[in-house]
């Protein structure tokens, strides 16, 4: 759902380069959460944690959100920050970062 907005709202999907970020997208299921298709990726895991029932698996799922955090979605926001400012400080300000 989250590259389908990012596709109506001709912006870019690629998480290498938020510099080429064309719109900020706040609609969708960008209402709930700032990085679905993050929570996307660490739900996946959650599954497949289950799945295997497997103890070391979910041991893993907090260095998830860390790495995340830290490397992908830190530096992201920064980019965003610069590209849209007080529209994304509202935003910001309104909508969680996974839930």
């Not at 660490?42 to 959100?65: C, N």
Request: hydrophobic share 45%; net charge neutral.
């Amino acid at each position: 759902m989250g590259v389908l907005e990012f596709s109506n709202a001709g912006t870019t999907v690629d998480p290498r380069t938020p510099h080429q970020s064309e719109s900020l997208v706040v609609k969708g299921v960008y209402r709930f959460t700032r990085n679905p298709m993050y929570l996307g990726f660490f739900l996946m895991l959650v599954a497949w944690e289950i799945f295997l029932g497997s103890v070391f698996a979910a041991l893993l799922l907090p260095l998830f959100v860390v790495y995340m955090n830290r490397f992908q979605i830190l530096p992201e926001e920064r980019h965003m920050r610069a590209l849209f400012g007080e529209d994304y400080d509202r935003y910001v300000s309104e909508v969680r970062r996974w839930l």
